[in-house]
């Protein structure tokens, strides 16, 4: 037998864990954990954002970084996202290290295995949205199989929004483009 939920109830999955880096006026860096977001196009990234210390920063540099947390980034990735960089500096918090991208202008937080370096195309105060650009990628050669990310090795995590957990991606099921030809004329 069915339960009806609310649309406030609605368990769409999956919801990245995007850790997302900037730096402020002053070059002081600053991460967020945000949720709501996806790849767009092949060299885009579509992230849906509430007014936060983060667009505030990505007005003024037009840049930013997007981080993949993972199962061993859990602690950091969860932090950055109960804490405001309004009022702490998370990153020195965290004891995270980072380095400036060698292709825009914010930075790269080191813990991270997989980082987007990307430049602002959009970002509308109205409706939250914010598109970007992917310019390049960094990626530790500890989660990489033939020269792409390994998902089995990266352990990324999701947000479970109906439970409020962090939940890793898993494994293969299927072949895309591939498994669906058998029904096919």
Same mark, same amino acid.
Request: proline share 3%; with cysteine.
């Given at each position: 037998?069915?339960?009806?939920?609310?649309?406030?109830?609605?368990?769409?999955?999956?919801?990245?864990?995007?850790?997302?880096?900037?730096? %402020?006026?002053?070059?002081?860096?600053?991460?967020?954990?945000?949720?709501?977001?996806?790849?767009?196009?092949?060299?885009?990234?579509?992230?849906?954002?509430?007014?936060?210390?983060?667009?505030?920063?990505?007005?003024?540099?037009?840049?930013?970084?997007?981080?993949?947390?993972?199962? %061993?980034?859990?602690?950091?990735?969860?932090?950055?996202?109960?804490?405001?960089?309004?009022?702490?500096?998370?990153?020195?918090?965290?004891?995270?290290?980072?380095?400036?991208?060698?292709?825009?202008?914010?930075?790269?937080?080191?813990?991270?295995?997989?980082?987007?370096?990307?430049?602002?195309?959009?970002?509308?105060?109205?409706?939250?949205?914010?598109?970007?650009?992917?310019?390049?990628?960094?990626?530790?050669?500890?989660?990489?199989?033939?020269?792409?990310? %390994?998902?089995?090795?990266?352990?990324?995590?999701?947000? %479970?929004?109906?439970?409020?957990?962090?939940?890793?991606?898993?494994?293969?099921?299927?072949?895309?483009?591939?498994?669906?030809?058998?029904?096919?004329?």
């Amino acid at each position: 037998m069915s339960v009806e939920f609310t649309g406030k109830k609605a368990c769409i999955a999956p919801e990245g864990v995007f850790i997302i880096g900037t730096y %402020d006026e002053n070059g002081v860096p600053n991460a967020m954990n945000a949720a709501w977001g996806a790849q767009s196009d092949f060299d885009e990234i579509t992230l849906f954002l509430a007014k936060h210390k983060t667009t505030e920063n990505i007005k003024h540099t037009k840049a930013f970084t997007v981080a993949f947390a993972t199962k %061993d980034t859990v602690e950091i990735a969860d932090y950055f996202g109960v804490e405001t960089g309004s009022k702490v500096n998370k990153i020195e918090k965290a004891g995270c290290h980072v380095h400036k991208s060698a292709h825009v202008n914010a930075p790269i937080i080191e813990e991270f295995p997989v980082t987007l370096e990307c430049e602002c195309v959009s970002y509308s105060d109205e409706t939250g949205i914010l598109v970007g650009k992917i310019i390049a990628q960094q990626a530790d050669e500890k989660v990489l199989t033939d020269g792409v990310v %390994d998902y089995d090795k990266l352990q990324p995590i999701i947000f %479970d929004i109906a439970t409020k957990t962090y939940r890793l991606v898993g494994p293969v099921v299927g072949k895309a483009f591939h498994d669906g030809l058998k029904l096919k004329d």
